[in-house]
């Protein structure tokens, strides 16, 4: 089995869906990506739709018995044709801030199907959702429930509250990415957001709905989820007998995915965990995952630009960087790359470092990576990009932002146009 998975590294197509070898070279569904290099150039992001319905509809299937909303976390990937396509899969939407609000109001999605989380609401971000008569906002802090109540006040609508719980459980992954700790930023320590949830309960203008707790992103493991829901199920039941009846308890997101040699909880493992500690409970479930939908239903196709040795050290030189993909540099994150045509058994595999055209050591995608011989011109994907891809990408170096595709069986089109350089000063002010 680990020999298996050794032997599959170099070969991502072999676990991601909807991406396979056609003719010798990589298609995404049907289309192959040299044909989407030809019309839409490089850097560029693909996204399968194929895979992304699947994955979502993975979790609607698990979840059959159980009342609940999957909220896709819209940070993730906030491609408008992206989120579409959830919505009209019938998903619901996490947003974190008032910009991500604006892009699901652009596509007609309603109120009561968004939550809004985040440790840094501003009012005026907190007065839009409230006019958009959202489902619920999951609230980070003490102040932050006053000016909740205070603008609910002011529009004279009680607004519909949850508390994020910081369930202080170490969750792994990423530094960066881990949430769920106590020294973490995120939340409210239970016995504080009991004060809270006590101290609004006869309040005219919160109105407790729900709890919530996000503990993390790239979890690789069932049994943080596992101590999680049944730490807030404790608490939600806690809750009823001090006659507070909630309706929606929210696990959050964070459901890890394969990059490379990760072995996470599929996502029936990952839901079978879930409804056990709240089925009890009679609530009504809410999980806001992003990268498990999205993560692997994306590549960032790019192209050699030089090969360069220096002693003994072969660096690939390729046309996407940091500003397209900032993971790697951000997180240490391992994303694979491999050439769009399929290496021949007999090809050589060497080790080297690809990297960016960005003006420091940092603009790296991998370190000592094997690879086959590539020449100036070749393409090559760079794998499990779908999430936190492009919606991390910059104009540093003054680098226009990538195109994105999207997939559709044996048709693409292209879901943002690449930016121009005009797009790079826009805004910007001589006088
Ligand atoms: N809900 C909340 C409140 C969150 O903060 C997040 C992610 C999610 C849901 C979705 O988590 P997911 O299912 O995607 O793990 N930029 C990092 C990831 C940051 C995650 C932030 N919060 C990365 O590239 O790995």
Known sequence: MAKDKDSDLLNPASYTPNFSYRRGALSCERVSLAAIAARAGTPTYIYGRAAFTS??????????????SICYAVKANSNLAILRAFARMGSSFDIVSAGELFR??????????????????????????????????????AEELEILASEAARIGRAAPAAIRVNPDIEAGGHPHIATGHHRHKFGVDWPEARRLYLLHKDSLWIDWKGISGHIGSQITRVAPFRAAATRLAGYFRDLS??????????????????YTN??????????????????????????EPGRALIGQA?????????????????????DAAMNDLIRPALYGATHPITPVNR??????????????????????????????????GDLLVIWGA????????????????????????????????????????RGERLS
Request: aromatic share 8%; net charge positive.
């Open 55 to 68: 994955a979502y509809r993975r979790f609607r299937r698990a979840l059959r018995g159980t009342p609940h």
């Open 241 to 258: 007998n001090e006659g507070i009846a909630l309706r929606y308890l929210d696990i959050g997101g964070g459901l890890g995915i394969r």
């Open 343 to 376: 290496p021949r058994a007999s090809a050589k595999i060497s080790p080297v470092d690809i990297v960016g055209p960005i003006c420091e050591s940092g603009d790296s995608f991998l370190h000592d990576w094997p690879m086959p011989e590539v020449q100036p």
């Open 104 to 141: 699901l109001r652009r596509i007609g999605v309603s109120g009561e199907r968004i939550v809004f989380s985040g440790v840094g609401k501003t009012r005026e971000e907190i007065r839009e959702a409230l006019r958009a008569r959202i489902l619920l906002f999951n609230v980070e802090s």
């Open 262 to 287: 990760e072995n996470p909880p599929s996502i029936e493992e990952y839901v079978a965990v879930l409804p056990k500690s709240l089925r009890a409970l009679g609530c009504h479930l809410l999980l």
């Open 298 to 318: 994306g590549v960032l196709l790019t192209r050699v630009l030089y090969i360069k040795s220096s002693r003994g050290k072969t660096f690939i030189v390729v």
């Open 386 to 425: 779908g999430a936190y891809g492009f919606a991390e990408s910059s104009n540093y170096n003054s680098r226009p932002r990538s195109a994105e595709i999207l997939v559709q069986g044996s048709r693409f089109r292209i879901i943002r146009r690449r930016e121009t350089r005009e797009d790079l000063i």
